[in-house]
């Protein structure tokens, strides 16, 4: 018998960070001043903004899996994020002000825009369960050219092609935080970067389908598919239907557990994916002083790796159902990657690492790394090492190939991948 210890206490729990400063809600001291009004989000406003070529770019600070001579400018301001066919970002001006979300198509062409309150820039994507992407953008009444904290704060779901309002809005308790949907309060603090009660999202309805104020511990979502502690036990279940997918208690203890039989087996989930969110958990195992790491299915719990707790494992994923996990292997003892390929029904493969290798993400179906200076470049089907070198890792990616890059000069362009360009020769 084993139990789950990750209990509801997640109000101090360091996996709740957000990745980066473009995922805060601001929170100022109250001055007296007025809040905006926070409307019901309507469609974006579509555009039919003409591409403008990006300039051009050191070949050296590009991979080779795109295609440098032929890039296209963006507005973003921070790094965007990719949809099937194109990009989503926020747009804002220096010295701060209005602040807009942005959709362009793989060729350059701005599609759509929508302003949102500046103090709250955490945006994401997810899917689902019919296969449709979504951006899901946030809002709030805070003011912070006043001071104002916000009193509300809602998400809302748009077509990243069209900016067309798919659901919405829906109340949440603060900025995005993942993996999935996942929302939270933060800390009215810079330097505190704990959070309050969270609550999960139904990708499909946007309803809410887990909240910590009664009692649930919200852990991971991706997707449809949603981990967490709720009644007493660690369950995965299925946010559009409800139907429990697995329990913590299904899963075997591993072979590779060490201590003494008497001794109480701990299940926690975590460490929590270094992306967005991704289709495999990692749990972590302990029995008296040994600790052993387990990978996971999100959808119906299949074991899928076993790591050692020689180093702490490092999952990413994308939103093509493709993952990699970084860690030391539990049975040979030797630095490894596992992965899934995205494709349905695809086997798990598993590749030798460099001890320091370190996945940072997943982009139009490359997995890149890092070692050191320099960056890496591997295949998701079988982990094999395509590249390195000391340039820039894409930021996001269309699933036809279309890499983001930030370029010199603070912004990013998208460039086509080698293979897109000979596709387009050949029509």
């Not at 009193?151 to 900025?175: I, L, S």
Request: glycine share 14%; with cysteine.
């Amino acid at each position: 018998m084993h139990t789950y210890h990750g209990g509801t206490k997640r109000r101090a729990t360091p996996d709740r960070r957000p990745f980066a400063a473009v995922l805060l809600c601001l929170v100022l001291v109250v001055a007296a001043c007025g809040r905006p009004e926070l409307a019901d989000p309507e469609d974006a406003l579509p555009l039919e903004g003409a591409p403008t070529p990006a300039e051009a770019v050191d070949p050296d600070l590009l991979p080779g899996t795109v295609d440098g001579s032929a890039g296209w400018a963006t507005p973003y301001s921070s790094e965007p994020k990719g949809s099937d066919s194109g990009f989503v970002g926020p747009v804002s001006p220096e010295g701060g002000g209005e602040l807009h979300f942005v959709g362009m198509d793989a060729d350059g062409r701005t599609r759509w825009s929508t302003e949102r309150n500046p103090s709250c820039t955490g945006f994401t994507l997810t899917r689902t369960q019919e296969g449709d992407d979504l951006v899901v953008l946030l809002d709030s009444d805070a003011a912070p050219q006043c001071g104002l904290l916000a009193t509300r704060t809602t998400a809302a779901a748009f077509d990243p092609a069209t900016g067309r309002k798919v659901w919405g809005p829906t109340e949440v308790p603060g900025t995005w935080v993942g993996p999935g949907l996942v929302f939270a309060r933060m800390a009215h603090t810079v330097m505190n970067a704990e959070t309050g009660p969270a609550v999960a999202l139904s990708a499909d309805t946007g309803a809410v389908v887990a909240d910590e104020e009664e009692g649930d511990a919200v852990l991971h979502e991706y997707q449809g598919a949603l981990v967490l502690h709720r009644d007493g036990a660690l369950r995965a279940v299925d946010t559009l239907s409800g139907e429990e997918l697995w329990r913590g208690s299904d899963l075997a203890v591993p072979d590779s557990l060490g201590g003494e039989a008497e001794e109480e087996v701990s299940l926690a989930y975590g460490p929590r994916p270094a992306t967005d969110s991704g289709p495999l958990v990692v749990m972590t195992w302990t029995r008296g002083t040994s600790t052993v790491f387990t990978v996971h299915d999100l959808r119906d719990g299949r074991r899928l790796a076993e790591f050692s707790s020689q180093a702490r494992p490092v999952p990413v994923g994308d939103d093509h159902g493709r993952a990699v996990v970084a860690g030391i292997s539990a049975q040979s003892g030797r630095p490894v990657m596992v992965g899934v390929g995205g494709v349905s029904g695809a086997e798990v493969w598993t590749v030798g690492a460099d001890p320091d290798e370190r996945p940072l993400r997943i982009v139009s179906g490359y997995l890149y790394t890092a070692l050191g200076e320099e960056n890496r470049v591997r295949s998701t089907a079988d982990g094999a090492l395509l590249g390195s070198g000391g340039w820039e890792v894409p930021v996001a990616g269309t699933a036809g190939g279309v890499a983001a890059v930030a370029v010199p000069g603070g912004s990013y362009a998208v460039f086509p991948s080698p293979d897109t360009d000979r596709e387009r020769e050949n029509r």
